[in-house]
């Protein structure tokens, strides 16, 4: 190999820094495989071909939480986020300190080095206020936000300020007394894909969720925006969730707000049918 060889192939690897992040070049100029992805935050899995759409579970959750809707919406490459400490993975980095923002900073990784351009984000509760922060960072062509308010400490009526020290009370309790541990698991086992999760990891995700407000920024977000919320069988209190997600959701302009019931917080096992379609039609446009 001469010396221009080496300086071509040089020039070529500097150009694709600058212009992807991620990508290789051999020295006929193509394009190469992505450079692998390794996080000791999220796992990463794909499915599918397609558009490419990134899917963040909530709280304790996996990517067990999407399994009944992979194979109903055609069409697309599926990135599935798997938070370490959740659903049988070991915690690794997410172990203790901050959780939330890391993980948002991570996911924003993994589309820079995937070498995806804008993917779709879909978030389910916790995973709803990480696609919002990818919004503020400019990562994704739409948001499609489920069952989860701007500010994390709303979802219990609560206030930031507020609901951040009674977070800090309920992870030393959950991870602190036996007691508190006992009734963690038995919720656990009873939530969705929530099996395996991490106590620890759980308590400071809660915390780091009941300081987060997202609401002032959502002017700042961009991309297109749908929020889908559950509603009960109640109309009276169906009215009521629906002007709470309108009034949380105001500073976001052409918001779509998609309403699914009869529907716990887990709108995609609840009423499965209903929110695929919600979800090819948010796809599609």
Known sequence: MNGSDINRRALLRVGAGACAGMFLFDQDGAKA?????????????TRGSGRDVLLIPGLASGPGLWADILDKVPGCRWHLVHVRGFAGLAPDANASGPLIQPLA??????????????????????GGTLAMMLGLKGVGARIM??????????????TARGMGYLAGQLSQYFTGT????????QILAETPGARGSD???????LRDLANVDLGPQLGRISAPMEVVYA???DPAQSAQISRTFRAAYAAKKGLKLAPI????HVVMADQPARFVTALEQFLIR
Do not use: C, W
């Not at 036996?178 to 698991?185: D, E, F, I, V």
């Open 33 to 45: 495989a992505p450079a692998p992805f390794a996080s000791r935050r999220i796992a990463m899995t």
């Open 105 to 126: 900073d991570e996911i924003a990784r993994y589309v820079r080095t995937a070498g995806l351009v804008r993917p779709a984000v879909v978030g389910h509760s916790m």
């Open 145 to 158: 936000v489920v069952d989860m308010l701007p500010a994390g400490a709303a979802m219990v009526g609560g």
């Open 178 to 185: 036996k007691a508190g541990r006992a009734y963690l698991a």
């Open 199 to 205: 106590p620890d990891v759980i308590a400071n995700a």
């Open 231 to 233: 509603v009960g069988s």
């Open 261 to 264: 019931g009869p529907s716990g």
